[in-house]
């Protein structure tokens, strides 16, 4: 509340028995309760006032803040803005190479087709692929004979150079130099 202190008249018990000594009799100022609520009244509604000034000045300079940092804030924006779009189109790409690669293309051929694919959805990039097969045909992933031999690898091509370094490393570690 206030510093203020009520002040309250204090009555001395005197006892028949004793003498009575002269009283120094200082006229204190006392207060009826109606004029104490007065003072009160006056005193809170003058604190709530500044309270109130003071909570208004914050806010301007708050808003003088935000009209000034909201500048900063577009560029971020504009900043975030950029990173989700490209966000957007890696998970493009990931989404068309795993459909490409489901659809039996080797890495070379998903590569040269994403260019190719158009569409944002699964089922417009699954139509893109559809058309674009005659392009880029499927490698074939071997047939198995046997239907309960569960599936072969892949064969591997290998060219002349990889042979010929297999066949370097077979004969070294037995020829002593």
Do not use: W
Request: aromatic share 2%; proline share 2%; hydrophobic share 30%.
């Amino acid at each position: 509340m206030s510093n203020e202190t009520n002040e309250v008249e204090v009555v001395e018990e005197v006892d028949i028995d004793t003498v009575e000594e002269p009283v120094n009799n200082t006229e204190e100022k006392t207060f009826t309760q109606s004029e104490l609520d007065k003072i009160i009244a006056d005193r809170l509604s003058r604190e709530q006032k500044k309270r109130e000034q003071a909570v208004e000045q914050e806010r301007a300079d708050a808003d003088k803040r935000k009209l000034e940092e909201q500048n900063e804030y577009k560029e971020l924006y504009e900043k975030a803005q950029a990173d989700i779009e490209t966000a957007k189109a890696d998970a493009l790409n990931v989404k068309k190479d795993a459909l490409l690669k489901d659809a039996g293309h080797n890495a070379e051929q998903v590569q040269a087709a994403r260019k190719l694919i158009e569409g944002d959805s699964e089922e417009e990039i699954t139509k893109s692929i559809e058309q674009i097969k005659g392009l880029f045909p499927t490698q074939s992933k071997g047939a198995d004979p046997s239907p309960f031999n569960g599936r072969k690898d892949e064969v591997k091509t290998t060219d002349k150079e990889e042979i010929g370094r297999n066949a370097v490393s077979r004969v070294l570690h037995k020829i002593r130099l």
